[in-house]
Structures are given as C-alpha cells and as structure tokens.
Nanobody
Framework: QVQMVESGGGLVQAGGSLRLSCAAS????????MAWFRQAPGKDREFVAG????????SYTNSVKGRFTISRDHVKNSVYLQMTGLKPEDTAVYYC??????????????????WGQGTQVTVSS
C-alpha cells in the first residue's frame, strides 16, 4: 500500500512558478507509476503529467507541455511537479496518484490505485 501527501500549492500570479511535492510512504514506491491529476470546480479530474517507475518515461497533457516538469526521487520517496508559466486556467486542486505496475503511464484516473488528499493551486490574472 502507498500513502501520499501533497504540498507546495498556493496562490500565484499568472506567469509565476510553483513546485508541488508528493511524499509517499510504502516499501514499493519505486515500483509504481506516479502521476499528477487536477480537478477544477465543475470539471472532471484530468491527467496532467506522469512518470514511470524508473523515471525513464514521462507523459504530459498538451496544455502543460513545455511549462511543467515531473520528476521523482526514489531516495526521498517523492515525486515533484515543477510548474512554470502558470496561467489562470491551471487553477485547480492537484492530486498525486500511484499505479501498479509502473511500466505504463495511464491517463484515466480510475486506473490509479492510490491518491493523495490534494493541494490547491490558484493562479490569478
């Protein structure tokens, strides 16, 4: 089992940057695909970025390509989302998710096994 806690959210002006962190507990963290999803009010939860078990493969939704970077640290059992060039449409609650096994990077939220509690990101115009 994997438990995750997100941090790093907040209020930022358009064009600014934030770095989200997801600290995971559990022995098999290194075996999971890790991903970030987001959910804005009244909208479905959407895939933002994902990274496979060894960090050799990453995937991003088109709207964040070139602005967001996902990474993971197996020593710290953590996954990160560096967000730059933030836009008001990036405003949402951001969730960390884990899927086993970690070879693929699914984009559908119902595939993922474990979820964090979410962290709010608000981008003002």
């Amino acid at each position: 089992q994997v438990q995750m806690v997100e941090s790093g959210g907040g209020l930022v002006q358009a064009g600014g940057s934030l770095r989200l962190s997801c600290a995971a507990s559990g022995r098999a963290f290194h075996s999971y695909t890790m991903a970030w999803f987001r959910q804005a009010p009244g909208k479905d939860r959407e895939f933002v970025a994902g990274i496979n078990w060894n960090g050799g493969n990453t995937s991003y939704t088109n709207s964040v390509k070139g602005r967001f970077t996902i990474s993971r640290d197996h020593v710290k059992n953590s996954v990160y989302l560096q967000m730059t060039g933030l836009k008001p449409e990036d405003t949402a609650v951001y969730y960390c998710a884990a899927d086993f096994p970690g070879s693929q990077i699914p984009v559908k939220p119902d595939v993922y096994d474990y979820w964090g509690q979410g962290t709010q990101v608000t981008v003002s115009s």
